[in-house]
């Protein structure tokens, strides 16, 4: 018996290798990733684009899918920019892509509330302008005063909003100028 476990422990020494399968569903999963990573760029406008400095076959792909309808050949074409984007290190895209997104963000930030300025203004009158005159002493007065003052105007006689168009233009520029 001991002759028996001798030879035993003999072949116990020997190595097996096992060939090592990838995870089908990690690859799955960064597929997924890399479609919407592709759907994302798609959807970008050309300036937008241009920013985030592509290779030029995979900025040619996107742009070509851009225009195509939601059918077969946009279908293979988004297949075609996830493989290539397959081959490519992706992190660098998804940041500059984040930074689009972020200013985007920013600029409806931004967007909404110059437009809650200017609709204070027109409703709240004098108090609004006050509050304005205080958070932003660099303030054209007069100017702010009878743009406000011609909004009103147009308000109450039912007329195009053009006053209250130049209103937002020029809070706007305020705004832009003091976050400067």
């Known amino acids: 018996?001991?002759?028996?476990?001798?030879?035993?422990?003999?072949?116990?020494?020997?190595?097996?290798?096992?060939?090592?399968?990838?995870?089908?569903?990690?690859?799955?999963?960064?597929?997924?990733?890399?479609?919407?990573?592709?759907?994302?760029?798609?959807?970008?406008?050309?300036?937008?684009?241009?920013?985030?400095?592509?290779?030029?076959?995979?900025?040619?792909?996107?742009?070509?899918?851009?225009?195509?309808?939601?059918?077969?050949?946009?279908?293979?074409?988004?297949?075609f920019i996830c493989g290539l984007l397959r081959k490519l290190d992706v992190d660098p895209i998804t940041e500059k892509l984040a930074r689009i997104k972020n200013q985007s963000a920013h600029a409806t930030r931004e967007h909404h509330k110059i437009e809650r300025w200017r609709d204070r203004l027109i409703s709240e009158g004098q108090d609004a302008l006050t509050e304005l005159i205080d958070e932003y002493p660099q303030t054209d007065r007069q100017l702010l005063r009878q743009l406000m003052r011609s909004a009103q105007k147009e308000a109450a006689e039912a007329r195009p909003p053009k006053s209250t168009r130049e209103l937002y233009r020029y809070l706007k520029e305020l705004f832009e100028a003091e976050s400067e």
Request: charged letters at 35%; proline letters at 5%; glycine letters at 6%.
């Open 1 to 79: 018996m001991i002759e028996e476990y001798q030879e035993y422990e003999e072949f116990d020494d020997e190595v097996e290798y096992y060939a090592v399968r990838p995870n089908k569903t990690q690859i799955k999963r960064d597929i997924a990733v890399l479609f919407e990573l592709g759907e994302e760029l798609v959807a970008l406008s050309a300036a937008q684009l241009s920013t985030l400095d592509l290779p030029e076959d995979l900025h040619k792909a996107v742009i070509g899918a851009t225009g195509m309808p939601p059918k077969g050949a946009r279908k293979r074409q988004m297949k």
